[in-house]
């Protein structure tokens, strides 16, 4: 699985911003996700979405706050961000499971993805 993502950019506290992550090559099945890395600290988990949009995950820092959504043809998964604070800083990396891979055993570690995209930079502050 291929994966191009866009959407990251400065924006004010409070503010809000949508991230998109388009998805090629053998996507049948495959559940998506989203962490982010600040600068000196761990990648880290915040949302996921199964494949057929039935199920979703959020790390507690951003529940209430995010919300995430899976699209067909072409696929593509969205993180919507209100309310974002200077702690939501770091880059953001969109991730994909493996074709067939149970949503079920997801438990928000970056080792139940196998594809990632590039990253997009996600910075808020005044």
């Known amino acids: 699985v291929q994966l191009q993502a866009s959407g990251g950019g400065l924006v004010q506290p409070g503010g809000s911003l949508t991230l998109s992550c388009v998805a090629s090559?053998?996507?049948?099945?495959?559940?998506m996700g989203w962490f982010r890395q600040a600068p000196g600290k761990e990648r880290e988990f915040v949302a996921a979405?199964?494949?057929?949009?039935?199920?979703?995950k959020f790390a507690d820092s951003v529940k209430g706050r995010l919300t995430i959504s899976m699209h067909n043809d072409p696929k593509m998964v969205r993180l919507q961000m209100n309310s974002l604070n200077p702690e939501d800083t770091a880059v953001y990396y969109c991730?994909?499971?493996?074709?067939?891979?149970?949503?079920?055993?997801?438990?928000?570690?970056?080792?139940?993805?196998?594809?990632w995209g590039q990253g997009t930079q996600v910075t808020v502050s005044s």
């Open positions: 991730a994909a499971g493996a074709s067939g891979d149970s949503w079920y055993d997801v438990t928000g570690s970056p080792r139940d993805f196998t594809s």
């Open positions: 979405i199964s494949w057929s949009a039935t199920y979703t």
């Open positions: 090559g053998r996507t049948y099945r495959t559940y």
